[in-house]
């Protein structure tokens, strides 16, 4: 089975900041989201034999707690969306342009300067291409976005509809991979409550 995990939250989620590729730890909340996570799977029976995550130290963080000891090994493709100039940028007050982006994301392309959608489903769904053969329980540990772009390649018929879901801090969806290809996703929620925010 493969799993992929939102990372916890951190003091940039908290005061609603759009974090990007700011390489920020968990807080003392992210680091209880994980192991909630953990102790989540580990009540259904779920241990993991392979490990991935985006190099930033909060998805590292979320990888190591979920792992119970197995290598954590990154890979810069499932590293956040860069936000370019938009870096830091408030999100109870964005800029009109990053607004309107967030309003339709399937409509309403990326402002100036941000990674477009298209190229984070492209290189997070070449990293997928490389876990078919991998046999036993597979951890992905990823941000929001970049979570997106796994679970729309997961689901071709989605027609973008992933991009406008809210994903909590360390919600979890699995599905069965195989030779053939991948299931479609299914959450199964979080550990701990969350408040909502990007």
Not at 148 to 163: A, F, N, R, T, V
Not at 168 to 196: D, K, W
Request: with cysteine; aromatic share 8%; proline share 7%.
């Amino acid at each position: 089975m493969l799993y992929i995990i939102r990372h916890g939250q951190t003091e940039m989620n908290s005061r609603r900041l759009l974090q990007g590729r700011s390489d920020i730890p968990l807080n003392s909340q992210g680091i209880a989201q994980a192991e909630e996570a953990a102790l989540l799977l580990r009540s259904k029976g779920i241990c993991f034999d392979h490990v991935f995550s985006s190099p930033l130290a909060r998805a590292v963080q979320t990888a190591a707690i979920l792992a119970d000891g197995t290598p954590v090994h990154t890979d810069p493709r499932l590293i956040e969306m860069d936000y370019g100039p938009y870096e830091g940028a408030d999100l109870r007050d964005p800029a009109p342009e990053l607004r309107h982006f967030f309003e339709d994301f399937i409509r309403n392309p990326a402002p100036a300067g941000m990674e477009p959608l298209q190229e984070v489903v492209a290189r997070t769904g070449q990293f997928l291409e490389e876990l078919r053969l991998l046999k036993g329980n597979v951890l992905i540990s990823t941000h929001a976005v970049s979570m997106k772009g796994i679970l729309e390649y997961l689901s071709p018929d989605s027609h973008g509809s992933y991009w406008s879901k809210y994903i909590a801090n360390c919600e979890i969806y699995c599905c069965e991979q195989s030779e053939a290809g991948f299931t479609v996703p299914f959450s199964l929620g979080t550990g701990l409550p969350v408040t909502p925010g990007v």
